[in-house]
Each structure stands twice: as structure tokens, then as C-alpha cells.
């Protein structure tokens, strides 16, 4: 299942549960005559293809999803509603977002991205290019999600959001992160995979609550070495860069329980790689390795093992099935490339 998509779900939950006891309406002709008591409203794929005017009438609404919709503008008459503190427009047709968004001050959720296939949404699906500055206002948001957008560019304004615990920026066309990313020291979750990064800032080492981190499918060479201060970080996720090495910073994150490098040019294991014991999933497939020997006999947490399509021996893998009689091993003798 989606990682976004889970995550999401957990957000509806842990929001909705400020409204428990709060009844969800579930179509328009629901809520007549009960426009003061709604305070959440779902439209999930009613085949939408813009927002009723019936629901800038609803002044008390603090939870509206328009996910799965065809939605093709947001109305300047958003700004009408105040209280909201969840909105979400995924997957829908949206290239823009109108500057009222920004009175939206109560917000904790924003779904702005795409939860489907490549494929699909190069036919549908939200297509925004470019976040208006008022997007920044919102400086109560928790969870902002930007993924399989269009977005090239993302503006210093994101380190006004100060309050952000998870911010999905995956899949778009991005070549930097700005520095002010550096600001969001609240972030537990941040998803940059899928874009065209040939670095990330340093200022990334700021965000020491970080547990997940997605950068993988860039154009990442190397890691700067403040990111050594992500002492909380679990999960890191590098497939498919252009790495030739692991980098060494890793060898400094104690709390790391799964790393994937699959996909990259690495050649050499290093022998510091056989330290970090803590270790639950490693992933290293995919790479123009050619031994394996020493490398990760003592990592005996490892649940879980990736050296397929590499050119590590027989006896090797053999070896190490005696070593980590624990771990699952995923291999194969890559015979060509």
C-alpha cells in the first residue's frame, strides 16, 4: 500500500478524532437544513467537477475531502471557510491554487498531490506547477502533501511552515531544495523521491526529528555531512541514485533500521558497514558489487537482505545463509551488464 496514502489515513484518523462523536455528512442534499451542524463533510468520488456552492455556505465545516474527484479550479470562495482544519484535494484535474487558500490559517492537513500511478495521472490528476506565496500562510499545517505534482521549483516560503510534521515533495520536477527546508525542525516524515536532485541542502541536517526520509530516483552523488545530526532518522531511502560509494554519514545515524541503496553504481562495501549492527532491512540490489565477504556477517538484527543482481559469488551467499541464519536473502548471480 501507498506509504502517503497510509499516512494520510492515519492523519484523517488522528484529526477526526477531535470529532468522533461528530457526524460525517456524505452529500450535499444530506446537509440541507442542517447547515450550522456540519462539520464533516465527505465527497470522495462522487465525480465532482467543481465544488458546490452549497459548501462555502457551511461555516462551522472543520473536515471536507474532495479526494478522487474531477475537480478542475478551487474557487476564490474557499477562503470562506475558517475553520477548516483538514482539506483534501487529491486526485483531481487542479493547475492552480488561488491566493484565498492562504486564509485557510486553521489548517492541519492539505492533500494537494496525486495518490496514483505515473501512467494514469499523465492523463489525469492534479497538474499544479507553482505554489502561490499565500500557501505559506498556513502556519498551522501538520501534514502538507505535494506529490506527483508539476512543481520545479519550491519557494523559501516552505520554512514559514515551522509547524510541519510531514511534507511528501516526491515525484515532481524539482533540481534543489532550498535552504529554508532547513527551518521545519519538526518534521518526522519527507518524501523528495522521484524528482532530479543532484544534491540536498545542508541545512537538511537541521531537521533532527526526522524519522523517514525518501530520496530516492534523484541524481544524488553524495550526502553532506550535517546530516550526520539525524540521530533519530530509522528509515532511508537512496534507490536509485548515482552513488559509487555508501556514503559515510550513514555509519553516523544510530537509530537507522532500513536503508536502501539499491539501484546505484556502488562497487565497494566498506568494512564500517559491518558495525552498524542495528540494522533490520538492508537493500543493496541492483549495485556492480563483486564481493560481499566481511561486510555483513555481524549485522544480526538484519530481518531482511538485498544483494540480487550484483556479481557476489555462490559461496559468498552461501556463506553468509550460515552467517544470518535469521535473514530473509534475496540473490542472484547477475550474469550480464
Not at 496514502?5 to 442542517?34: D, W
Not at 491566493?99 to 492541519?108: A, K, V
Request: with cysteine; charged share 25%.
Amino acid at each position: 500500500m501507498n506509504r502517503i496514502f497510509v499516512l494520510t489515513l492515519l492523519m484523517m484518523f488522528c484529526v477526526g478524532g477531535v470529532f468522533a462523536q461528530t457526524k460525517t455528512y456524505k452529500s450535499i442534499e444530506e446537509t440541507r437544513g442542517n447547515e450550522d451542524q456540519v462539520v464533516k463533510l465527505s465527497l470522495i468520488g462522487q465525480h465532482l467537477e467543481e465544488i458546490p456552492a452549497e459548501v462555502f455556505a457551511l461555516k462551522n465545516l472543520k473536515f471536507i475531502s474532495f479526494k478522487d474527484n474531477k475537480i478542475d479550479s478551487i474557487p476564490p470562495e474557499i477562503g470562506q471557510l475558517k475553520n477548516l482544519v483538514y482539506l483534501d484535494f487529491t486526485n483531481n484535474n487542479i493547475t492552480e491554487l488561488p491566493p484565498e487558500i492562504g486564509q485557510l490559517t486553521n489548517l492541519r492537513f492539505l492533500g494537494l498531490g496525486n495518490a496514483s500511478s505515473d501512467e494514469k495521472i499523465k492523463f489525469t490528476g492534479n497538474k499544479i506547477e507553482k505554489l502561490p506565496d499565500e500557501l505559506f500562510n498556513l502556519v498551522n499545517l501538520e501534514e502538507l502533501d505535494l506529490s506527483q505534482l508539476r512543481i520545479k521549483k519550491l519557494p523559501a516560503g516552505i520554512g514559514k511552515l515551522t509547524n510541519l510534521k510531514e511534507l511528501f515533495l516526491s515525484s515532481n520536477l524539482l533540481k534543489t531544495l532550498p535552504a529554508e527546508i532547513g527551518k521545519l525542525t519538526q518534521l518526522t516524515n519527507l518524501g523528495c523521491s522521484g524528482n532530479y536532485l543532484k544534491e540536498v541542502p545542508r541545512e537538511l541536517g537541521n531537521l533532527t526529528e526526522l524519522k523517514w526520509l525518501w530520496l530516492g530516483y534523484n541524481d544524488l552523488t553524495f550526502l553532506p555531512p550535517n546530516m550526520s545530526k539525524l540521530t533519530k532518522l530509522e528509515s532511508l531511502y537512496l534507490k536509485g541514485n548515482l552513488f559509487t560509494k555508501v556514503p559515510k554519514i550513514l555509519f553516523e545515524l544510530p537509530a537507522l533500521t532500513k536503508l536502501d541503496l539499491g539501484r546505484n553504481e556502488i562497487k565497494v562495501l566498506p568494512d564500517e558497514l559491518n558495525a552498524m549492527t542495528q540494522l533490520e532491512v538492508l537493500v543493496l540490489g541492483d549495485n556492480r558489487l563483486t564481493s560481499i565477504k566481511d561486510k555483513v556477517g555481524n549485522l544480526n538484527k538484519l530481518k531482511r537482505l538485498d544483494i540480487r543482481n550484483n556479481k557476489i559469488p555462490l559461496e559468498q551467499f552461501r556463506q553468509l545463509q550460515t552467517q544470518l541464519s535469521g535473514t530473509k536473502i534475496l540473490y542472484n548471480y547477475k550474469k550480464n551488464g
